[in-house]
């Protein structure tokens, strides 16, 4: 299994700033992954991030809101571009092949 | 595409008696499928997974699922609840294969609450 940790863990941020959320792992892997939890609500992923080439992003997302870095395979940022107190929700990133495991989470709330 | 449904948002259940939470999934594809467990302020934890492999999965903290292909279900047991166990359950779906590979989809979320 890998351990994955995330810094920060939580962050009160004002409309309009961004914020960058980094995601560590203890091994090397190929797959990484970016997962946003609304309040109350369950996953929905927010784009694979990609190894030496540009993050793949599902549909609703897009790179410019959500910019994704993955310089190595251990690393990966996603920021949080001009935020609005809908952006506040929990940020999670996973890792793994056939299994994902997942990071602590960023709580992120936007005044 | 792929697809899960949790049935039950919440579930309630004495300290001692069984717990049961349900998922259906839909896949077009021979799937894999997860359970996951998020308690209050903290990440997922994988419970347990089913890789196409043994159809009765167990997991960590006494939990097992049985992987159903004819009723497309992956239900999550556990003979005896525990005040512990008290959280909210993810069943998840990812594909096999493809340019989908290892991405998960969730269900709803089942909240468990365990009463003494």
């Known amino acids: 299994s890998a351990v994955i940790s995330q810094k920060p863990s939580r962050d009160i941020c004002q409309r309009g700033t961004s914020l960058t959320i980094q995601c560590q792992v203890d091994?090397?892997?190929?797959?990484m992954f970016w997962y946003r939890q609304q309040p109350g609500q369950s996953l929905t992923l927010i784009a694979t991030a990609n190894q030496g080439s540009e993050a793949t992003y599902e549909s609703g997302f897009v790179i410019d809101k959500f910019p994704i870095s993955r310089p190595n395979l251990t690393f990966s940022t996603l920021t949080v571009s001009n935020m609005s107190p809908e952006d506040s929700s929990i940020y999670l990133c996973s890792a793994g092949e056939r299994s994902q495991y997942f990071g602590p989470g960023t709580r992120l709330l936007v005044l | 595409a792929q697809s899960v449904t949790q049935l039950g948002s919440h579930v309630s259940v004495s300290e001692g008696a069984l717990v049961l939470l349900r998922c259906n999934y839909s896949?077009?594809?021979?799937?894999?499928l997860f359970w996951y467990v998020q308690y209050p302020n903290q990440g997922l934890q994988l419970l347990l997974k089913y890789t196409s492999a043994a159809t009765l999965v167990k997991g960590i903290n006494g939990f097992e699922a049985e992987f159903k292909k004819s009723e497309t279900s992956f239900h999550l047991t556990k003979p005896s609840a525990h005040m512990s166990d008290a959280a909210e359950y993810f069943c998840a779906v990812s594909y096999t294969g493809g340019t989908s590979y290892g991405k998960l989809t969730f269900g709803q979320g089942t909240i468990l609450t365990v009463h003494p």
């Open positions: 091994s090397q892997v190929t797959m």
């Open positions: 896949s077009s594809v021979p799937p894999y």
